[in-house]
């Protein structure tokens, strides 16, 4: 099958990131569970969202995310099982080159040609999506979804749109087997 796998908070922890690093320069106190929503402009006062907005596009933020526990070891099962897996992420042009060497240097078995850069990830032709974002799993009905479970993706009823929730990334190979006995 081919796999259609988000980067940010899918498989490295940048909102986790992003917050402490706004927390510690302007003296706030925001967890990940303050993040009720895909839009932070939704959940913050305008003026810190704008600046935590600022700090996506700084250089030198992917030298300070990590993949997310157990994310390294499931993509290379999957890709040793026959997946297609691709890292398909809406990249801040800033900072998209740091981002490919992050990818290098903590999955380095996924091939460069299988990152891409794509805004509208449900144009991507995938027989899964694995995302954080309900939006973009919504936006399309012809895949099969994985909802990789963040506080800004609780607001949805899963049954109705056929969406595996998924807590960790073994309920994402659990989630992708089942998927695979089905096709």
């Not at 081919?2 to 967890?31: A, G, P, W």
């Not at 990940?32 to 959940?43: A, G, P, Q, R, S």
């Not at 993509?75 to 981002?99: C, D, R, S």
């Not at 749109?161 to 073994?170: Q, S, T």
Request: some cysteine; charged content about 20%; aromatic content about 12%.
């Amino acid at each position: 099958m081919v796999l259609c796998v988000d980067v940010d908070d899918v498989i490295c922890n940048l909102q986790e990131v992003v917050v402490n690093l706004f927390n510690k320069r302007h003296n706030s106190h925001y967890t990940l569970n303050d993040f009720t929503e895909y839009d932070i402009m939704n959940v913050l006062p305008t003026q810190d969202a704008l600046a935590m907005k600022d700090i996506y596009g700084e250089s030198g933020l992917y030298n300070k995310v990590r993949p997310i526990p157990g994310s390294q070891e499931a993509l290379e099962k999957l890709i040793n099982l026959g997946h297609q897996v691709y890292l398909v992420t809406a990249a801040v042009p800033k900072t998209y080159g740091e981002k490919v060497s992050f990818i290098k240097r903590f999955f380095p078995y996924i091939d460069e040609s299988h990152i891409v850069s794509m805004k509208h990830k449900w144009m991507f032709k995938a027989d899964v999506m694995i995302e954080d974002n309900l939006q973009t799993l919504l936006a399309k009905p012809n895949y099969h979804r994985i909802c990789f479970n963040m506080p800004w993706n609780q607001s949805n009823k899963d049954y109705v749109y056929d969406i595996h929730r998924c807590y960790n990334w073994n309920d994402v190979l659990v989630a992708i087997n089942k998927i695979s006995e089905l096709e």
